[in-house]
């Protein structure tokens, strides 16, 4: 039975990865060389981002070295990125699963549904992890020895995984738990996912400041690292060869992961099935608000996106990093903008500027999943005495009530940190916000054309799927596009000329996506 089970989380995720829908045809060659395309793309960018990390770091450290330091950071890093992808997908994928019920009524073994499902957590944590260690081993120059390349080879792809599984399960659990003695369950994931978030980003900015000590006193760092044995002595176990240590990780691993094991399997079946401890809502008496049909839709989808951990998480992650990003600014700016760095960069400054506000307008695609996420109950808002297109509406108005507000505020503290005044400052205030009306678009867009109604549960509708790839790497090139072509028509195209056209690109593309939805669009989901 768990041969059984495997196969088929291997098959809903292949399912997802494809953007496989409603149907069990077989995707056409040219639609899985897309999303293949689409896959390597995402591997691609975040291999990118940590190739730079690892490339400032290799060539100091091997000067010094300090190999175990290089490959000890390459160890948090790769964790820091796996815990954080699969700490809330852990809460869904075990112990909120649609099909847990329909599982446990049939005679197959907890542990055995158990195992199936960290598997398929595995296989996510291993994926989301490569293109972290791969640079790092590529940026190293030193040799390593045999011992050194199995030590590479089994830390990264058992020892981290394996206790990445160990921790997020156990988290996972945790927050189930504490989130059915709440009433807000969405409160409690929010907290903890970005609680995450704000740790391992603290980290990340502490980099430079982290080979400023180790330039000035290497001793005394690694001492200071010396209450994180494991990352030491993973470092260690590749840079230096060290089998003893690599032995000794291995069996922590083994031990935890076994430890993690044994105490879901026992408790799984009363987690899985638990309806939550809350107490049940006392009724009063209220007079009833009426409201629109408009209003109606808007509160439905905003209660719809607060009810949902999933959506609320992965949907609207960027507006709370636009809202911490106005907060840094405000609070740091004139220190950042006094420093020697900024000066250097001055002539670079407004593209990033800009490339930076429309990057976080990307990463807010709550339409992108908006359709999938009706699943079976596709048939209710269908139904209701309003119009296709108020339905449709609504889906937009939610995004825009989200994402732009933030970005508004930030662009805002941008351009009086920065003093920008006339043309610049109209520039910085309205191209972010743009760009966030057409990811609005983009995300209906994509979602109608290929919605995704056969999930397991709500975090695959909302992190995966055609829909949610091409909106996000599609915002993504278009925030690269200025930035790359002032980079290479330098001689004659301005940041400020590059901002404008863009504007103009953004607007022509928003209205062009308008007019298909409200046609089109709204036809589609009439026959979905």
């Given at each position: ?104 009524s049939m005679p197959i073994k907890p542990i055995d549904i158990l195992l199936s499902r960290l598997f398929l957590l595995y296989v996510l944590a291993v994926g989301i992890m490569l293109p972290v260690a791969i640079p790092a081993l590529l940026f ?80 005394l760092l690694e001492r200071s690292l010396g209450a994180a044995a494991p990352v030491v002595w993973a470092g260690r176990a590749i840079a230096e060869g060290r089998w003893e240590l690599l032995a000794l990780l291995l069996a922590i691993a083994a031990a935890a992961f076994a430890l993690c094991l044994w105490l879901l399997s026992r408790t ?261």
């Amino acid at each position: 039975m768990l041969k059984v089970l495997l196969r088929s989380r291997m098959e809903a995720l292949l399912s997802v990865l494809t953007g496989a829908g409603r149907t069990k045809k077989a995707q056409s060659k040219g639609k899985l060389i897309g999303f293949a395309m689409l896959m390597f793309l995402s591997l691609f960018s975040l291999g990118t981002l940590f190739a730079r990390i690892f490339e400032v770091l290799a060539q100091p450290l091997a000067m010094l070295d300090m190999g175990w330091l290089y490959f000890g950071m390459a160890v948090v890093m790769s964790f820091g990125v796996m815990i954080i992808g699969n700490v809330i997908l852990a809460k869904y994928q075990l112990f909120e699963a649609r099909d847990n019920d329909l599982l446990l009524s049939m005679p197959i073994k907890p542990i055995d549904i158990l195992l199936s499902r960290l598997f398929l957590l595995y296989v996510l944590a291993v994926g989301i992890m490569l293109p972290v260690a791969i640079p790092a081993l590529l940026f190293w120059k030193q040799p390593l020895d045999a011992v050194g390349w199995v030590a590479f080879a089994l830390i990264f792809l058992v020892v981290l995984p394996l206790l990445n599984l160990a921790i997020s399960a156990l988290l996972g659990w945790l927050v189930h738990l504490a989130s059915n003695k709440t009433r807000n369950k969405s409160l409690v994931s929010l907290v903890v996912t970005l609680g995450f978030l704000g740790a391992y980003m603290v980290f990340s900015f502490r980099l430079n400041s982290m080979l400023t000590t180790l330039a000035a006193n290497p001793t005394l760092l690694e001492r200071s690292l010396g209450a994180a044995a494991p990352v030491v002595w993973a470092g260690r176990a590749i840079a230096e060869g060290r089998w003893e240590l690599l032995a000794l990780l291995l069996a922590i691993a083994a031990a935890a992961f076994a430890l993690c094991l044994w105490l879901l399997s026992r408790t799984f079946i009363r987690t899985a099935t638990a309806k939550g401890g809350v107490a049940k809502r006392v009724y009063v008496e209220r007079t009833a608000k009426v409201r629109s049909p408009r209003s109606a839709l808007l509160i439905h989808e905003l209660r719809r996106l607060w009810a949902s951990p999933a959506y609320l998480l992965n949907g609207a992650l960027g507006s709370f990093f636009t809202l911490a990003a106005a907060v840094y600014l405000a609070i740091k700016g004139r220190s950042l903008t006094a420093s020697a760095e900024w000066e250097m960069m001055s002539s670079f400054i407004l593209p990033l500027i800009l490339a930076g506000l429309c990057y976080m307008a990307s990463l807010v695609f709550l339409t992108a999943p908006s359709i999938s996420l009706e699943g079976k109950y596709l048939w209710l808002p269908k139904s209701l005495p309003v119009s296709s297109w108020d339905v449709l509406q609504a889906k937009l108005r939610l995004h825009m009530l989200i994402a732009l507000p933030p970005l508004v505020l930030v662009s805002v503290v941008a351009a009086l940190v920065l003093g920008y005044e006339g043309q610049l400052f109209l520039l910085v205030l309205i191209l972010p916000t743009v760009f966030g009306v057409f990811s609005g678009f983009l995300g209906l867009f994509e979602n109608l054309r290929h919605p995704n109604f056969n999930w397991i549960n709500e975090t695959q509708a909302v992190k995966s799927g055609a829909s949610v790839l091409i909106t996000m790497f599609a915002g993504m090139g278009l925030v690269l596009l200025p930035v790359l072509a002032c980079l290479i028509f330098s001689d004659w195209l301005t940041p400020v000329l590059a901002g404008w056209i863009m504007l103009g690109l953004l607007v022509v593309l928003s209205v062009l996506l308008y007019l298909w939805i409200r046609k089109k669009g709204v036809k589609i989901f009439e026959e979905l």
